[in-house]
């Protein structure tokens, strides 16, 4: 039977200012924001019609008479767990639309106008030679392409931000990345009597518990064993050797990380701090971002068999987004522009209350969008040691047996509390240093970055004040609408406050604070790579000391060659930088665990300067005065982000290569095994006797 859409009317978009009028109480900023969503809405609305009501008309006239569709959205509402087909139906039940490809088009092309490594890719170096596009050919394919619909246009997309293997530039299509696959069946890499091998994490039971009954119950009603699989050594995996289909997974889903090495550790299952608590990531063969798989075809030994036998395991997909009862309500709640969705001028936020405005804050984070899922770690594997003063945050800091040897735990650069993370280091410090303590492993396992000025207090609290500024040369690309923009902003009298672009967020290479009406874009500084001359800010250092509340030491509170850095080399953004000035300044020793076994890996993820989100690049321009610049990129009609690599920083060892590009291998490299994969703890016990005892 022939089926047509429902009528846009019964998106049930908002269509008048009427909706912000019980906001009356809040702010300025937020009734601001209420009604500038509703003028997107409009727009949306608009963008829409034609797409359903050509869809309805040709369905009509071929049938003669319009029937209603099942809505594969309405059946699956309400539903934490549901079947990734069942999923994906609802997905791809909104039509593909021609005025919402050419205003996210022209949105994303024109942020790659700010993208730092552009030039870079169209011949990445050795050994990142894997992540190598022309994004402009890219970007003009995706523009041309047929599609059936919206789903597979953000799709496509998504696959080719992606695949630039850099988690500071990405397409995210809030619409589309809700519904995130779990198998009950997290594979680990793990050596076993000298042989390291794919298994099903051996704590998998105690793992998938933790995700609850509703998840759990799937799988009895569909009469689905997946306990018994728990340790089972993995053989082949869709008939692939199973690091083949790590690397392959690596290649084309893992994204984030230049290096193939690191992608191919952040598709096993590992140990983390999400957000403050212990947690275990499912990796991104357990945990892949969309439901486009029903199951995975697995050939194992089961533990206390010597039997192989290839068994089919199902994904269930968990939905996080926000409540819906129908398409048209999925869209209007996770699809259409809303009040976040664009940047603000940030001259008009609060009037009259400028005086309470903060600096703004430089971040460099990647966003670990798969897997999403925060499932916490089984108890037993959270470390059993008492805490030290400063662990209620993202640190988690504890002393080892013998009291030699102090651990944080740093989970991310980018707390809830910016002034907390420092207050944090000094407590566990003086804890430290008043307990005995001579050494110290600092634990950066999936550390995903975040505050650039944290990575430097970090550095600075370890290493002391005596180096000077510890940041690296930075700089950002100066192409014509960045100039109009800095220019613009020193004409208005900005300073960083109100925007990133500003001199004021930066100091000069003598370490002085440069003024805000400096324009360091004029003149900007040809920079040539891969046959390409582009143009580049002059060069500057972050400025952090006037953010940083907890005073640091003239002098290293322990040796630095007793400092010792561990982890997966999942280690982005800031995390990052941060390792790579330990490492570069000091030669401190770094270890990274997991990995496919005699493939080289990096001991960092991607390593820019600073991130800017959609809202924030639009914000800058909004506030400069240039939203309307034949230049300017559009407000989004949709619910995304296009976020790019805004800064760029410089290697000390070559100031004409960013460290993104240089390779540097950790000193020492170490299989899990069953007692380290998902128990700090046992890692760091090991770690202090390999590299601190000996």
């Given at each position: 039977m022939m089926e047509v859409v429902t009528a846009v009317?019964?998106?049930?978009?908002?269509?008048?200012?009427?909706?912000?009028?019980?906001?009356?109480?809040?702010?300025?900023?937020?009734?601001?924001?209420?009604?500038?969503?509703?003028?997107?809405?409009?727009?949306?609305?608009?963008?829409?019609?034609?797409?359903?009501?050509?869809?309805?008309?040709?369905?009509?006239?071929?049938?003669?008479?319009?029937?209603?569709?099942?809505?594969?959205?309405?059946?699956?509402?309400?539903?934490?767990?549901v079947k990734p087909a069942d999923a994906l139906a609802c997905m791809k039940s909104f039509p593909f639309n021609e005025t919402l490809r050419q205003n996210v088009i022209t949105v994303i092309s024109r942020v790659f106008d700010f993208y730092t490594f552009e030039d870079f890719y169209l011949n990445s170096p050795p050994p990142f030679q894997a992540s190598t596009a022309n994004i402009r050919a890219e970007i003009t394919k995706i523009n041309i392409t047929d599609f059936e619909t919206d789903y597979d246009f953000n799709r496509a997309i998504y696959n080719f931000t992606t695949k630039l293997n850099d988690g500071h530039t990405r397409w995210f299509p809030n619409c589309y990345i809700l519904f995130q696959n779990l198998l009950p069946a997290p594979l680990v890499t793990l050596e076993e009597n000298?042989?390291?091998?794919?298994?099903?994490?051996?704590?998998?039971?105690?793992?998938?518990n933790l995700?609850?009954?509703?998840?759990?119950?799937?799988?009895d009603s569909i009469g689905f064993n997946w306990q018994r699989l728990a340790g089972a050594r993995v053989l082949e995996i869709e008939g692939m050797d199973p690091y083949s289909y790590a690397d392959l997974i690596a290649d084309t889903e893992s994204?984030?990380?230049?290096?193939?090495?690191?992608?191919?550790?952040?598709?096993?299952?590992?140990?983390?701090?999400?957000?403050?608590?212990?947690?275990?990531?499912?990796?991104?063969?357990?945990?892949?971002?969309?439901?486009?798989?029903?199951?995975?075809t697995v050939k194992l030994i089961t533990v206390n068999s010597t039997k192989a036998e290839t068994v089919t395991i199902p994904y269930l997909a968990?939905?996080?987004?926000?409540?819906?009862?129908?398409?048209?309500?999925?869209?209007?709640?996770?699809?259409?522009?809303?009040?976040?969705?664009?940047?603000?001028?940030?001259?008009?936020?609060?009037?009259?209350?400028?005086?309470?405005?903060?600096?703004?804050?430089?971040?460099?984070?990647?966003?670990?969008?798969?897997?999403?899922?925060?499932?916490?770690?089984?108890?037993?594997?959270?470390?059993?040691?008492?805490?030290?003063?400063?662990?209620?945050?993202?640190?988690?800091?504890?002393?080892?047996p013998g009291n030699k040897t102090g651990v944080m735990f740093v989970g991310s650069f980018e707390p809830d509390d910016f002034n907390q993370f420092q207050t944090d280091t000094q407590a566990a410090i003086q804890q430290f240093k008043a307990s005995g303590v001579t050494r110290l492993i600092l634990d950066l396992t999936n550390n995903g970055g975040g505050f650039v000025c944290l990575g430097q207090f970090l550095h600075q609290f370890l290493a002391g004040n005596s180096i000077g500024n510890p940041g690296f040369q930075s700089t950002n690309r100066a192409n014509p609408l960045a100039k109009k923009i800095l220019a613009s902003d020193i004409a208005l009298g900005l300073n960083a406050d109100f925007t990133f672009y500003t001199a004021d967020n930066w100091d000069f290479l003598n370490n002085?604070?440069?003024?805000?009406?400096?324009?360091?874009?004029?003149?900007?500084?040809?920079?040539?790579?891969?046959?390409?001359?582009?143009?580049?800010?002059?060069?500057?250092?972050?400025?952090?000391?006037?953010?940083?509340?907890?005073?640091?030491?003239?002098?290293?509170?322990?040796?630095?060659?007793?400092?010792?850095?561990?982890?997966?080399?999942?280690?982005?953004?800031?995390?990052?930088?941060?390792?790579?000035?330990?490492?570069?300044?000091?030669?401190?020793?770094?270890?990274?665990?997991?990995?496919?076994?005699?493939?080289?890996?990096?001991?960092?993820?991607?390593?820019?300067?600073?991130?800017?989100?959609w809202t924030d690049i639009d914000s800058e321009i909004k506030t400069a005065n240039l939203k309307d610049d034949p230049l300017a990129p559009p407000d989004l009609l949709v619910n995304s982000d296009m976020r790019h690599n805004w800064r760029t920083a410089w290697s000390f060892f070559d100031e004409n290569v960013p460290i993104a590009y240089v390779s540097e291998k950790p000193q020492f490299r170490f299989a899990y095994t069953t007692e380290t994969y998902n128990n700090p703890q046992n890692l760091w016990l090991f770690a202090e006797k390999e590299l601190l005892d000996n």
């Amino acid at each position: 039977m022939m089926e047509v859409v429902t009528a846009v009317s019964d998106i049930m978009l908002p269509t008048s200012y009427g909706r912000c009028l019980p906001m009356r109480y809040a702010s300025d900023y937020a009734v601001w924001r209420c009604m500038a969503s509703i003028r997107v809405h409009e727009m949306l609305t608009s963008a829409l019609l034609p797409a359903f009501a050509l869809a309805s008309s040709l369905l009509a006239s071929a049938r003669g008479a319009v029937v209603a569709r099942a809505d594969p959205c309405a059946s699956i509402a309400g539903q934490t767990f549901v079947k990734p087909a069942d999923a994906l139906a609802c997905m791809k039940s909104f039509p593909f639309n021609e005025t919402l490809r050419q205003n996210v088009i022209t949105v994303i092309s024109r942020v790659f106008d700010f993208y730092t490594f552009e030039d870079f890719y169209l011949n990445s170096p050795p050994p990142f030679q894997a992540s190598t596009a022309n994004i402009r050919a890219e970007i003009t394919k995706i523009n041309i392409t047929d599609f059936e619909t919206d789903y597979d246009f953000n799709r496509a997309i998504y696959n080719f931000t992606t695949k630039l293997n850099d988690g500071h530039t990405r397409w995210f299509p809030n619409c589309y990345i809700l519904f995130q696959n779990l198998l009950p069946a997290p594979l680990v890499t793990l050596e076993e009597n000298g042989v390291q091998s794919v298994f099903v994490a051996p704590d998998s039971v105690d793992l998938i518990n933790l995700l609850g009954t509703e998840f759990t119950s799937f799988f009895d009603s569909i009469g689905f064993n997946w306990q018994r699989l728990a340790g089972a050594r993995v053989l082949e995996i869709e008939g692939m050797d199973p690091y083949s289909y790590a690397d392959l997974i690596a290649d084309t889903e893992s994204g984030n990380y230049l290096d193939h090495g690191v992608r191919v550790n952040s598709v096993f299952s590992s140990y983390r701090i999400s957000d403050v608590d212990f947690s275990q990531r499912f990796g991104d063969i357990a945990g892949p971002q969309f439901p486009d798989r029903n199951s995975l075809t697995v050939k194992l030994i089961t533990v206390n068999s010597t039997k192989a036998e290839t068994v089919t395991i199902p994904y269930l997909a968990d939905y996080s987004g926000l409540p819906f009862t129908d398409g048209p309500s999925f869209w209007e709640a996770n699809c259409a522009a809303n009040a976040e969705t664009n940047g603000v001028d940030e001259k008009t936020v609060v009037p009259g209350k400028r005086e309470v405005r903060q600096r703004k804050l430089a971040r460099a984070v990647i966003r670990d969008i798969a897997p999403s899922k925060a499932v916490g770690l089984p108890p037993q594997f959270i470390p059993n040691l008492p805490l030290t003063n400063g662990s209620t945050g993202v640190i988690k800091s504890y002393i080892l047996p013998g009291n030699k040897t102090g651990v944080m735990f740093v989970g991310s650069f980018e707390p809830d509390d910016f002034n907390q993370f420092q207050t944090d280091t000094q407590a566990a410090i003086q804890q430290f240093k008043a307990s005995g303590v001579t050494r110290l492993i600092l634990d950066l396992t999936n550390n995903g970055g975040g505050f650039v000025c944290l990575g430097q207090f970090l550095h600075q609290f370890l290493a002391g004040n005596s180096i000077g500024n510890p940041g690296f040369q930075s700089t950002n690309r100066a192409n014509p609408l960045a100039k109009k923009i800095l220019a613009s902003d020193i004409a208005l009298g900005l300073n960083a406050d109100f925007t990133f672009y500003t001199a004021d967020n930066w100091d000069f290479l003598n370490n002085t604070p440069i003024p805000a009406t400096v324009n360091y874009n004029n003149p900007s500084v040809p920079f040539h790579i891969n046959g390409v001359t582009d143009q580049n800010s002059q060069r500057f250092f972050d400025d952090c000391d006037e953010s940083f509340v907890v005073p640091t030491p003239d002098q290293p509170p322990f040796d630095l060659n007793n400092v010792i850095i561990v982890g997966n080399a999942n280690c982005a953004s800031t995390c990052a930088m941060f390792s790579t000035l330990m490492f570069e300044r000091h030669g401190t020793r770094i270890a990274i665990f997991g990995g496919k076994p005699g493939l080289p890996m990096e001991y960092k993820g991607m390593a820019g300067n600073q991130v800017l989100e959609w809202t924030d690049i639009d914000s800058e321009i909004k506030t400069a005065n240039l939203k309307d610049d034949p230049l300017a990129p559009p407000d989004l009609l949709v619910n995304s982000d296009m976020r790019h690599n805004w800064r760029t920083a410089w290697s000390f060892f070559d100031e004409n290569v960013p460290i993104a590009y240089v390779s540097e291998k950790p000193q020492f490299r170490f299989a899990y095994t069953t007692e380290t994969y998902n128990n700090p703890q046992n890692l760091w016990l090991f770690a202090e006797k390999e590299l601190l005892d000996n």
